[in-house]
Each structure stands twice: as C-alpha cells, then as structure tokens.
C-alpha cells in the first residue's frame, strides 16, 4: 500500500492578529505550521501502512523554508520527503498548484506505484479546497472528499470503502483503487512523535524537485499558469452603529422590558 | 432515512470489515501503470474567443429537495444576469427531476439545462462533474455559480480543473464589470479578518463558490415559466468507479439551523453548562433555535451542528441574540448578517458590539431569565414568526 501525502506548511492563522490602527495583518513572527488537516491525513496514511505495509511519501511545494513542515512529517513517521519547489512556482494559484503537484505525483509514479493519495479537506490559509479535487481530476483518478472514516481497503481486489460528510449527515462510498483522499479533523488522533524519529528527521535527506526535474508547461506554472488574481483588498465593512440599551447599573426586569420594547415588532413580523 | 443502493455483487460487505482485509502482498496483476497512463497532463489550452454567454447556477438537491442556496443564488444571478444583459439559466442534475424543473422558472431562470439519467442519483463526485463539464463544453456559459456547501465545494472543484478555468470559493459578494464582463468574487481572507476580491482573466466559465445564507432568497414568482433543455450523460453504468452504498441523513427534529428566523446563541461567558441552559430556554420561549460559539462547543455545552461561525455555520436569521459571546473575528462572520443582532456580554468593549443593533452591557447570566420572562410573556399567543422559508 503506497500512499502520498500533500502537505502545506501554512502561517499558524490562529495567531495572525490585526492592527486596528491600520486594519493590515500583523504577520511577523507568526510560526509556520503543517495545515491542521494534512497532519490528519498524514496521520490516517501512517495508521494504514501500519497494517497494511508499504511506504508513505509525503510532497510539499513551497520555498525551502518548508522543508521544516516536510521534517516534521518524517519525525511522525513518513518514510519518504519530497520538496517542490521552483521561482517558476511562486505565485500559483488552485489550477497551477494542482497542475504542480500533479506532475510531481505522476513522477512518483515513475518509480513506485501509488494506491492512495491524501489531503487535508482545505488549508487554513486559503480555505478553498480545490487543490485535492483538483490533483484527483489532473490524475483521472476519482476524488473521495471530507472523509471521516476508512471502514475498510481491500488492495486484492482494488477497492476500498469510506464514510464522508454530507451536508445532512454523512454517506458510505465504495471506491476503486487508486483513489485521492481529502479528510476532516474527525476522521482520527495525532499520536506524537516517538524520539528516534525525531532524530532520524532532523538528519534526513529531503528529496528537491524543480521544475527541471518536473519538466512542466512553463505557461501553465506560478502567476502566468493562474487564472484568478486578487484585484482588491479590502476591510469587511461594518455595520451601522448599534444602539446601548442599558448598561450594568439597570435592574434585569427593566432592560427585559427596555429589550422587548425594541424586539416585540422584530419577532412578530412573519416576513423577511 | 436511509437510501441503500443495491450492493456490488463483486465485493461483498463482509470484504470492508477490518478483520478480513487481506495483509497486502506483492501482487504481479496490480493495475497501477493503467492508473498512471491517464494522466492527462498535457497542456489543455481553453480555446480563445469561446462565445461564452450566460449565466449559470448550479440547482443542488437531494432526494428531491433543492439546497436553498441554489435559490440564493438565482436571486443574486438574476441581478447579475440584468447587468451584463445576457440570459440567467439553471443546471439540474439528477434522477426523476422532472418535478423540480418549475422551481427552477418560479426562482428567476429563463432557461434550464437539465439531465435526468439514474446515475446522478445520488449524488457522486464522478457522475456529477462529468455531467457538469459535458453541459459547460456544450454550451459556454460566462458564469458558473455553485453553493459551497460540501457537496457544491466537492464538484466545484473537480469541474473547474477539467475545464482549465479559475474558480474562487465561498464568496460572499458577488458583483460584475459590465465593461469588461468580469464577475467581481469577493471572499472573506485569513479567517474574515481582511475581504478579497478576485476575478479569472481569459477563462470561462468564471467560476465561484458561495456560502450559504448570505444573499437573501428571492420572491417565487408562480406565473414564470421558461425552456428546459434536456441532454444525455450517455455514461456506461458498468465503468464507473464509485458507488454510494449507503447514506444516513442527520435526526433533525428542530430543523435547520441555517434556515432558523431566530437564533439565541450563547458563549464562554456564560460560565458553565447549568447557564447554557438559560440560552435554550429563551430560544423555546421565542420559537428560536439554539447556537452556539467555538469555545462553548469545545466546552461540550452545545453539540457542533449548532457551532456558528468560520469553522462552523453561516446564519442569516431576522433576530440573533448573542449572549455571552465577545464576538471573535471567527464568530462575526457567521452571523453579522442577521437583520437584528442583540449583543449581551459583560465587556462593554467586546467585538460583539460593533456588530450589534442592540447591546446590553451586563451578565448574559443574570440576564437571561429575565428577558426570557419578559418576551415569553409578551409573546403568549402571538404568531411567533418562526414559519421556516421551505
């Protein structure tokens, strides 16, 4: 069972904080992590090699700055590190990453067969979650999204069967294999890293890929090969200023009847 | 409210279960190469000067029922449609829909592209795309606009990529440059905090993804009709890939919290689970249904169908009462457009406030019980305007 693991390392956007004198992002110093989903891919790919054998690999494109991220998932147990990474991949959005990572996978495949691939169901950066749908479609391989549970994989016979999330309640697919993968937080537990991988991380011989390696359509790579660009950054607009009912000093009743005045005409009024 | 397909003869159910999954070995009939030799990474080049005219929206539905969304999205589609002066369509998908086709007119098209084919039943991933690039080659839209539900951001995606066009997901304003007959995307960046506005430069259809609940539904029109045009999948059922074996749909006895008029939610700031309970007893006396924020759901006082926010629902109900939530960036965006927003928290600078119509500096706690006595009394025998838009 070879699996390939997409990783992102992306700003932790927990910490990213505003300046309310400027409304501009405060981003300095803010670390850099594994997507919160990737690691639970990374995760869900490590559990099934435990059982079933194989390798892990897991890809990451990015400046070499993210060859941490790629570390990282060496210490909780990947087998394999490949960096992607390219000036002509600066500034790609969904279509060029998935093209990227795409070309990357197929070259993988040069040399080891793949079963599975996994992605987080999005990153906490962008939020879009087109690059797994988008790698899937690249390969022709079909696309399982927003899984929370693997019940079973049957490598005889190519097939393999998940759960995932629908929008009123969840569905239970059977799949040919190979397939891609994208999966929610729900679908299992990080385990932590055990000491010697974390040695054996530290010391690891990350593998580089460049485009030259690659040998993509320049045209469809970084800025030229992105059809969506942001025109326009702007601050979410505010609403009209509210109005203070009553402050501290009122007695509950009172601000209940003050509340109601206001609320009553709102609540009875069936139409939109 | 289980929909059971009929299982693959192939692949028997017992083959899934953890125990009889075989140890894998090498095994010389593995099919990898064939997988690999479909990688079409040729340079698909969008062919220049299509004559892409229209707009269109992608109509979600599940057993029958159509995903409000998509009607959100006629209704903003139909403005959209009026500025650039070109025709507003829908795009039905699916298996003995026949009887959803109407809505599609009522709500603002004046056309529909429908296919009715017993393998977009239900939805799959692979059935679906397929069957939505096949109508886009066809006919050239200028627009495509789909729900970011889980199922719209699914087939989004694995669309946009096959037709080699941009797509901008889970906008929240849509507008167009009628000069330049570009769609203006806008979308919340870096959990809400900043909104960016993205446009696709020489592809189409310009494609965008948008959350639910945030362009009001339109009026439906009964006298509205319109042309279907209908088209094959022509798919060989014996080739596809995956199957929906089973689909448990969620116990909702309340309805849905995104379609709810009213919604009392309740925060860290009210302390413990005991005060939560206040929260739900004003939603019972004012018919309203219950939210919460993140941190009072990772504290286990509400279940996360109810969490409001970036990671969890966008509402958009008449009345929102916040109480004891300080209002994070995270929060606002899943609820600052609520028609009135009462805000109850202790802190009088806490974010809530810039977003409320009412606020109300005091204990959420102390509060509650109060306001719910108060309205609840008022109410009693009032209609409470909590008839759910279907």
């Known amino acids: 069972m070879n699996i390939a693991v997409c990783l992102k390392q992306v700003p932790d956007t927990s910490e990213v904080r505003i300046n309310p004198k400027t409304n501009t992002l405060m981003r300095e110093g803010i670390p850099s992590i594994i997507n919160p989903y990737d690691v639970h891919a990374l995760e869900e790919a490590l559990t099934i090699r435990d059982r079933l054998g194989g390798r892990v690999t897991v890809l990451t494109m990015g400046p070499p700055q993210a060859t941490d991220s790629l570390r990282k998932a060496i210490s909780y147990g990947a087998?394999?590190?490949?960096?992607?990474?390219?000036?002509?991949?600066?500034g790609s959005d969904t279509l060029a990453t998935s093209y990227i990572l795409a070309g990357a996978l197929g070259r993988l495949m040069d040399r080891e067969p793949l079963d599975l691939i996994f992605c987080g169901k999005q990153a906490i950066d962008g939020d879009t979650a087109q690059v797994g749908p988008g790698i899937a479609s690249r390969l022709g391989w079909p696309l399982l999204t927003y899984v929370t549970k693997i019940d079973g994989i049957d490598p005889t016979n190519q097939v393999f069967q998940v759960q995932r999330k629908i929008e009123v309640g969840r569905e239970v697919v059977r799949c040919r294999l190979p397939a891609l993968v994208t999966v929610v937080?729900?679908?299992?537990?990080?385990?932590?890293?055990?000491?010697?991988?974390?040695?054996r991380a530290a010391h690891y011989p990350v593998e580089v890929w460049t485009n030259a390696d690659l040998g993509l359509d320049a045209s469809q790579l970084g800025l030229k090969g992105s059809p969506t660009w942001v025109n326009k950054i702007s601050t979410p607009p505010m609403r009209e200023k509210g109005e203070v009912l009553a402050g501290s000093d009122v007695a509950p009743a009172e601000t209940a009847r003050i509340l109601a005045d206001k609320l009553i005409p709102h609540i009875v009024v069936p139409n939109r | 409210m289980t929909a059971k397909k009929k299982k693959s003869p192939k692949a028997p159910p017992s083959a899934f279960t953890e125990k009889t999954v075989p140890p894998?070995?090498?095994?010389?009939?593995?099919?990898?190469?064939?997988?690999?030799?479909?990688?079409?990474l040729e340079s698909i080049e969008a062919?220049?000067?299509?004559?892409?005219?229209?707009?269109?929206?992608?109509?979600?539905?599940?057993?029958?029922?159509?995903?409000?969304?998509?009607?959100?999205?006629?209704?903003?589609?139909?403005?959209?449609?009026?500025?650039?002066?070109?025709?507003?369509?829908?795009?039905?998908?699916?298996?003995d829909i026949q009887p959803l086709t109407e809505l599609a007119f009522q709500y603002g098209a004046d056309t529909l592209y429908a296919i009715d084919d017993p393998m977009l039943k239900p939805y799959t991933n692979e059935c679906h795309s397929i069957a939505l690039v096949q109508l886009c080659q066809a006919h050239h839209p200028e627009i495509l606009l789909i729900g970011a539900t889980t199922t719209g951001r699914d087939l989004s995606g694995s669309v946009a990529t096959a037709l080699r066009t941009g797509l901008t997901a889970d906008c929240t304003q849509l507008d167009v440059d009628v000069d330049n007959r570009k769609l203006l995307q806008t979308r919340p960046a870096f959990g809400g905090n900043i909104l960016a506005t993205i446009l696709c430069r020489d592809r189409w259809p310009q494609m965008a993804t948008v959350r639910p609940r945030v362009f009001s539904k339109p009026e439906k029109q009964p006298e509205r009709s319109g042309a279907v045009v209908w088209s094959d999948l022509g798919l060989d059922p014996s080739k596809t890939v995956m199957e929906v074996v089973e689909r448990i749909l969620d116990e909702r006895t309340e309805g849905y919290l995104d379609e709810a008029d009213i919604i009392v939610a309740g925060g860290r700031g009210l302390g413990s689970k005991d005060n939560f309970k206040l929260v739900e007893k004003l939603a019972q006396a004012i018919g309203g249904m219950i939210g919460a924020s993140r941190p009072a759901v990772e504290s286990g006082w509400a279940p996360y169908s109810h969490q409001v926010g970036q990671t969890g629902l966008t509402v958009r109900p008449k009345l929102y009462i916040a109480a004891g939530i300080s209002g994070a960036i995270q929060h606002l965006v899943g609820m600052q457009n609520s028609d009135v927003i009462v805000a109850i928290n202790k802190d009088p600078d806490a974010p809530i406030f810039r977003v409320a119509t009412y606020g109300i500096v005091g204990d959420a706690a102390t509060l509650l019980p109060a306001i719910t006595q108060e309205l609840g009394a008022r109410m009693h025998g009032a209609p409470l305007g909590t008839e759910r838009q279907l």
């Open chain 2, 47 to 95: 062919p220049k000067n299509l004559p892409a005219h229209g707009i269109w929206v992608y109509i979600e539905q599940l057993q029958g029922e159509v995903a409000p969304v998509s009607w959100e999205l006629m209704g903003v589609g139909r403005q959209l449609a009026d500025k650039l002066n070109c025709p507003l369509s829908g795009v039905l998908l699916g298996h």
């Open chain 1, 185 to 199: 937080k729900e679908i299992n537990e990080i385990r932590y890293a055990p000491l010697p991988d974390l040695i």
């Open chain 1, 79 to 90: 087998d394999h590190a490949i960096l992607l990474t390219d000036r002509a991949f600066a």
């Open chain 2, 24 to 40: 894998i070995t090498d095994n010389p009939e593995r099919s990898d190469t064939k997988a690999h030799e479909q990688i079409p």
